[in-house]
């Protein structure tokens, strides 16, 4: 038995991009930062970010092109892919980078922002008379219904 999944929580370092391949499909990529503490000889907390390249196609990339932006909490899902190429330069390139099955957004998009669903109400969770509210992160699971990627329509 094989497996080939990646998940990861963190923020988008830029806005997503957004491009067509020959045959018309959605192609979206961005970079999602996420960071890993922990504490060294001295005592010291230190953080290592991480970068992590997502690519989505077709009804996700789309999606994903219309509610996401630069600082704003994912998660992501996928499997990983390695792809090869040769550079306009003549130089090898190879990039790892996770191809999108599920994104879910877990924040509220900024007052006012473009990609944002608007702000909604504060949810109340827990009981009793505290009168304490928390409010809940908007969840939108984006499923991608696409199957298959051709590397004939990758257009980079």
């Known amino acids: 038995m094989n497996l080939n999944r990646a998940q990861i929580i963190g923020n988008l370092t830029r806005d997503p991009e957004s491009r067509s391949t020959p045959t018309g499909q959605t192609v979206c990529s961005f970079s999602i930062a996420t960071t890993y503490s922990y504490k060294d000889a001295t005592g010291q907390k230190v953080e290592k970010p991480e970068y992590h ?7 996700l990339a789309e999606i994903c092109t219309q509610y996401l932006a630069k600082g704003r909490k994912v998660y992501a899902e996928g499997r990983l892919q390695t792809r090869e190429w040769t550079s306009q330069d003549g130089q090898k390139r190879t990039r790892t980078e996770i191809v ?7 924040d509220r998009a900024p007052a006012g922002s473009a990609g944002g669903m608007g702000g909604g109400a504060a949810r109340s969770m827990g009981g009793g008379n505290s009168g304490e509210s928390m409010e809940e992160p908007i969840a939108v699971p984006i499923q991608n219904i696409d199957d298959e990627i051709k590397i004939e329509d990758i257009p980079f």
């Open 100 to 106: 999108a099955e599920n994104v879910i957004l877990l």
């Open 53 to 59: 390249s997502i690519v989505a196609w077709g009804k």
